[in-house]
C-alpha cells in the first residue's frame, strides 16, 4: 500500500513549490517544508535575541537531534555524530582513518567527485595506494552477484578500506550492501586484525528511501549521509555513523566542541583526560560555530520520516519509479541505465536519448517546465529523481514528455 494519500497531499502541501512545474530534481537538493522553516526561524529568534543564552542550549538541541536521527537509524545515539555533508562525513573517515603505509583503499571507477578527491588526498598525505575498478563493465546485464564478484576479486592481502556508494549517482544502480558486506566478513574472519578490511558507505541516496531496520543491519562500518536530499532536513546538515571497531580506528581532524572536550581542556588533565576519558565520536564530532538553527531543527525532519513511515516512503518513491522506467522503456532511442529490478534500484533513473546530449536535455526539460538534470561524471547522463513531493500524474506527464523529445 502507497502512502495514504491525505498524507501524502498533507505533505506536499508543506511546501511552497512553484506549482507550475514539475520538480523531478529534488533528490539532488531538497526544499525546505514552511514548518522546517519555522523551526529554523524560532530557534534563529532566540540566537538574535539571546545569542549566548542559546549558545548554551547547543548541546541539549544537538542531543534531541542524536536521538531523533538515531530512532530512525534504528542505532544508538553514541554511535552517531552531526556533520554539514556527506563530503564532510567521509573527509572525517578518509582522512582520519588509521592507516598503515602498504594499506591499499579500493574503490570502483564509478565513484563520487568527492571520494575520488578523498582517495587522491589519502594517497598524498599517508602513501597508501588507490586501486580502482570497472564496476559496471556490462551495465544492461548488471545482477547482484557479478557486482559482488567484481568487488571480491579485487580484493588484495593489503586491501584495507573499501568504498561503496549505496545507489550510485551516475548510472542509479543500487548495490547490494548487505550480501556484499557479508562476504567481506568471511574474508576478515581469516585475517589478523591489523590487515581487517573496513567498509565506507556513501549512503546519501539510500538513506530516506530505502527501509532498513537498523544501520548495523548494513554490515558496514561507516556510513555517511547529509540530510538535504531525501530525508528533507535543513540544507548544510549529515551524519556520520560509525561501528564500535570503526571509531577506534579513525583519529580526530577537527577539534570537537562537545562538552567532556571542554571540561577535558579546561582540567589539569587535559592530554591525558582528551585520549582516554572521552569517547571516540564525542572527540570525533566536528567543532566550531555552526548555522547552530539549521543542526538544532534537524530533529524535524527526522521526526517527519518516522512519522511517515519508512516503509511507507520506500514504497511510494519505488512505485513512481517503477512508471517511470516502464514509459521509457517504450522508446528504442531511449537507453536506460537504470535496472527494472528494485533490488538494484531506488529513487535515481539515469538515461541517455541518443544524438542528445545530456546537458541538451536537462535545458529542453526546463523549457517546458520540468526539472530534469544530468549527471556530473565524465559519461553524463540524464536524471530524474521521483521522489515524496512528486505524484504518479506528474511522473508520467513528464516521461511521455521525454519520449516526444527522443522520437
Known sequence: MLIDQITIDAFRQDFTLDKDWIHLGLGILAPHSKTLNSIIDAHRTFLDKNPDDARRHRHKYNDKTLKLAAQYLGTHKNNLILTESTTLSLSLIYLGFKYNQSDEILLSEHEHYSVDALTLHARELFGVKVKKFNLFEDLQNITEEAIIERYIKNITENTRLISVTWVNSCFGVKLPVQKLTSCIRDINAKRPESKRIFTILDAVHGIGIENIPSAEHLGVDYIASGCHKWLFGPRGTGFLWASEIGWKNIQPL????????????????????????ISKPTICSPGGFRSFEYQWAL????????????????????????????????????????????????????????????????????????????TPYKESSCRITPGLLNNSREVEKACKTILEIAQ
Not at 255 to 277: D, L, Q, R, T
Open 254 to 277: 577537527i577539534p570537537s566542541f562537545e562538552a567532556e572536550c571542554w571540561n577535558a581542556f579546561m582540567g589539569e588533565k587535559f592530554v591525558e583526560e582528551y585520549k582516554k576519558s
Open 299 to 374: 530533529s524535524y525532519a527526522f521526526e517527519n520520516m518516522i512519522a511517515l513511515g519508512k516503509n511507507n516512503v520506500e514504497k511510494h518513491i519505488h512505485s513512481l519509479c517503477s512508471l517511470a522506467k516502464d514509459i521509457l522503456s517504450e522508446s528504442n532511442r531511449i537507453t536506460l541505465y537504470t535496472p527494472n529490478n528494485e533490488e538494484l534500484s531506488s529513487g535515481l533513473i539515469c538515461f541517455n536519448i541518443k544524438d542528445l546530449p545530456a546537458f541538451e536535455f536537462s535545458e529542453i526539460m526546463k523549457n517546458k517546465k520540468i526539472m530534469a538534470g544530468y
